[in-house]
């Protein structure tokens, strides 16, 4: 049996203050900070034996931030809510929330590190 393919990821960040707060802000998460292999982190709750994925912030010499490449979509409760909290927060909006049918909506921001983050919202 085959789960889901992606178990961790991480997103670049140059200023670790400001993205740990631009993430705990927007989306309401707890992280946990730690020096690994040199590097400076911060984690996002993991729920072992959810589905999806967990990851964190990396701070370090391999770790650029960049509007190209891998795009994250983070699963949010609401979109606009999100989106309204994102921009307050200094994020500008890459990609206006998209109808995408059954599935529900998504939308692009560019985080406070000037990473291109997804966020997707399922329909009720």
């Not at 730690?34 to 964190?56: C, H, I, T």
């Not at 010499?61 to 509007?67: E, F, I, N, Q």
């Not at 049918?101 to 000037?114: P, R, T």
């Amino acid at each position: 049996m085959m789960g889901n393919p992606v178990v961790h990821f991480e997103i670049p960040v140059t200023d670790m203050d400001r993205a740990v707060a631009f993430y705990e802000g927007v989306f309401g998460y707890r992280l946990t900070r730690q020096e690994v292999d040199g590097y400076d982190m911060a984690f996002f709750a993991r729920a072992d034996g959810a589905a999806g994925a967990s990851g964190a912030l990396a701070r370090g010499d391999v770790y650029r931030p960049s509007k190209e490449g891998v795009i994250v979509y983070f699963d949010v409760p609401d979109i606009d809510a999100v989106l309204r909290m994102a921009s307050s927060r200094g994020a500008s909006i890459l990609y206006q929330k998209k109808d995408i049918g059954a599935a529900g909506f998504v939308a692009e921001i560019e985080d406070s590190e000037g990473n291109r983050i997804a966020l997707s919202q399922v329909r009720d």
